[in-house]
């Protein structure tokens, strides 16, 4: 029983770690100090860092990060650890960012993200394709899933007046990698 239990869990693993080898050319899996390393080597200093998390962003939307020929805003990678304070790198969420007046734009930029990254084709409805009207806190106009990957495209409020009333919105492609668990939860 020990064998089929053991062989069970390596199967899964493997069927996990072979869904997705690498993040930004970083091995899933792999120590925090290592995947920084080697973020920095691609990308220079991180924005910001702690415990559980890197993150390259530029607030100015200037700098764009290179992946999988495609140039994303945003960056954040996050780790999971275990017991004994080893560090996992579980998972990355990459964000593009487009103008009101780009949303074609966005929608190209969704399509090619989903037929280069996650080899499908999405057909949109009349909504989605003309960027749309309704616009009530973060709506999704778009998702598509996988095993340990989501794809999705959405407003998202930009805040310019003083007093906190959002005045404008925008849209963003995500491209969310994980939740790879390394850790073993004990009951």
Request: proline share 3%; with cysteine; hydrophobic share 40%.
């Amino acid at each position: 029983m020990k064998k089929v239990l053991l062989f069970l869990f390596l199967f899964t693993s493997f069927l996990q770690l072979n869904a997705q080898k690498t993040i930004c050319g970083v091995p899933v899996g792999s120590p925090k100090d290592i995947a920084k390393e080697m973020l920095s080597n691609k990308y220079g200093n991180a924005m910001f860092e702690d415990y559980t998390s890197i993150i390259y962003a530029d607030a100015n939307l200037i700098t764009e990060y290179s992946y999988a020929g495609l140039s994303w805003n945003d960056l954040y990678f996050s780790f999971e650890y275990d017991s004994k304070g080893n560090s996992f790198l579980d998972g990355a969420l990459l964000t593009r960012y487009f103008k009101k007046d780009e949303s074609e734009d966005a929608i190209a930029y969704f399509d090619t993200v989903m037929k280069e990254l996650l080899g499908k084709n999405y057909l949109y409805n009349d909504n989605v394709s003309t960027g749309g009207e309704e616009k009530d806190g973060v709506l999704p106009l778009a998702t598509c899933f996988g095993p340990h990957i989501a794809l999705r495209l959405s407003y998202v409020a930009v805040i310019k007046a003083p007093n906190g009333i959002i005045t404008d919105y925008h849209l963003k492609v995500s491209l969310l990698y994980g939740n790879y668990s390394f850790v073993e939860e004990s009951l």
